[in-house]
């Protein structure tokens, strides 16, 4: 079993930046984060393969988003600029099971480990 730990999450104005951090209990094969908001599907926003050789990002954060990701302490990162009140919404780090696959995961279902969330509100 891995646990994923979010944090930096909060509020923040239009325009400006914020940094989520994934700390995972051990090494893990693809990661990835998920946006969801009130009423809608969790929404796939950023992934990343076991090396960090390969990354996707959605077309609705392309130029603003980015996805990282540090082996040597288990971690990932969501680097989101110039954001929009529309980036409103509680953000996921999702995880695969250790595995050497270019392929990064999109749906839900291909995650095995989930964090429990962390907010990110952004002001107009």
């Known amino acids: 079993q891995v646990q994923l730990v979010e944090s930096g999450g909060g509020l923040v104005q239009a325009g400006g930046s914020l940094r989520l951090s994934c700390a995972a209990s051990?090494?893990?094969?693809?990661m990835g984060w998920f946006r969801q908001t009130p009423g809608k599907e969790r929404e796939f926003i950023a992934g990343?393969?076991?090396?960090?050789?390969?990354?996707y990002i959605a077309d609705s954060v392309e130029g603003r988003f980015t996805i990282s990701r540090d082996n040597a302490k288990n971690t990932a990162a969501l680097q989101m600029n110039t954001l929009k009140p529309e980036d409103t919404g509680v953000y996921y780090c999702?995880?695969?099971?250790?595995?050497?696959?270019?392929?990064?995961?999109?749906?839900?279902?291909?995650?095995?480990?989930w964090g429990q969330g962390t907010q990110v509100t952004v002001s107009s």
């Open positions: 990343i393969n076991w090396s960090g050789a390969n990354t």
């Open positions: 999702a995880a695969e099971s250790m595995s050497f696959r270019l392929l990064i995961p999109r749906t839900l279902r291909e995650y095995d480990y």
């Open positions: 051990r090494r893990t094969g693809a």
